[in-house]
């Protein structure tokens, strides 16, 4: 009887453990990743109008070129990886989107909106954040607007 019982919790725990290493990892949110530097009034105009958003499921990281080579040397792998020959800042990562530089009057915040809310729709690739990682991301096609 105890052997029975023994195995029944015994199985138990190893389906326990097979489900959760079978789930997916889950995504706390979206990363906007924005390439900027000092001095440029685009990119504080940029990063103004993220934080704007009021957005608690999405995390701005920003990434300031011309102080570290590890920050250039990703700059460089993510215009690489986008197929952008000449870089200009800011230079904001949105999923598997980009956009460069920053137009005044709701422009490029509506662009900045539309590239969120797609990547809330269907989970987005985060191509910088796997740069980041060490891995090579994978080619993600451009959205479509």
């Given at each position: 009887m105890m052997w029975r019982w023994f195995k029944t919790i015994l199985l138990g725990a190893v389906l326990a453990v097979m489900g959760a290493?079978?789930?997916?990892?889950?995504?706390?949110?979206?990363?906007?990743?924005?390439f900027w530097q000092e001095g440029c009034p685009?990119?504080?105009?940029?990063?103004e109008a993220l934080a704007a958003l009021d957005a608690p499921d999405v995390t701005i990281n920003l990434i300031e070129l011309g102080v570290s080579e590890d920050n250039d040397a990703l700059f460089a792998a993510t215009l690489d990886h986008f197929g952008v020959d000449r870089g200009?800042?800011?230079?904001?990562?949105?999923?598997?989107?980009?956009?460069?530089?920053?137009?005044?009057g709701g422009l490029t915040e509506g662009r900045y909106t539309a590239m969120i809310d797609r990547c809330r729709d269907v989970p987005c690739p985060?191509?910088?954040?796997?740069l980041i990682a060490?891995?090579?991301?994978?080619?993600?096609?451009?959205?479509?607007?």
């Open positions: 290493l079978a789930l997916p990892a889950q995504e706390p949110g979206l990363t906007v990743h924005v685009h990119c504080a105009r940029a990063k200009a800042v800011p230079f904001v990562v949105i999923g598997g989107d980009h956009a460069i530089g920053f137009t005044a985060d191509p910088v954040g796997t060490g891995q090579a991301p994978v080619d993600t096609p451009p959205a479509t607007d």
